[in-house]
């Protein structure tokens, strides 16, 4: 089992920068597949990136591709996801989610697939 804590959420203008940090406790983040969601008020969690295990392969959605990036520091135990170029519509809560399992591309970007999440932290990019 392992237990995610999410920090680095903030307030921010369009344009800037945030990273978040997922921290995790038991095993290392390079036995899980890692993954970043969003929920936005009044949508649906939606998928923003993901890391497999061992940090062979990330994948990202269409939205913050070229702007996000996500990296694991096993050193930490640390998941970091790097976000530039914020616009509002990035506005949301932020969560990590694990999986011990190796996840196809596909299944990683979808949220039934996690069974370990954090408690979320917000992000608010002002316009």
């Known amino acids: 089992q392992v237990q995610l804590v999410e920090s680095g959420g903030g307030l921010v203008q369009a344009g800037g920068s945030l990273r978040l940090s997922c921290a995790a406790s038991g095993r290392t983040v390079s036995s899980y597949t890692m993954g970043w969601f969003r929920q936005a008020p009044g949508k649906e969690r939606e998928f923003v990136a993901a890391?497999?295990?061992?940090?062979?392969?990330?994948v990202y959605a269409e939205s913050v591709k070229g702007r996000f990036t996500i990296s694991g520091d096993n050193a930490k135990n640390t998941v970091y996801l790097q976000m530039n170029s914020l616009k509002p519509e990035d506005t949301a809560v932020y969560y990590c989610?694990?999986?011990?399992?190796?996840?196809?591309?596909?299944?990683?970007?979808?949220?039934?697939?996690?069974?370990?999440w954090g408690k979320g932290t917000q992000v608010t990019v002002s316009s």
């Open positions: 989610g694990a999986d011990s399992d190796y996840l196809h591309i596909a299944a990683m970007r979808s949220s039934r697939y996690y069974d370990y």
């Open positions: 890391i497999s295990r061992s940090g062979g392969s990330t």
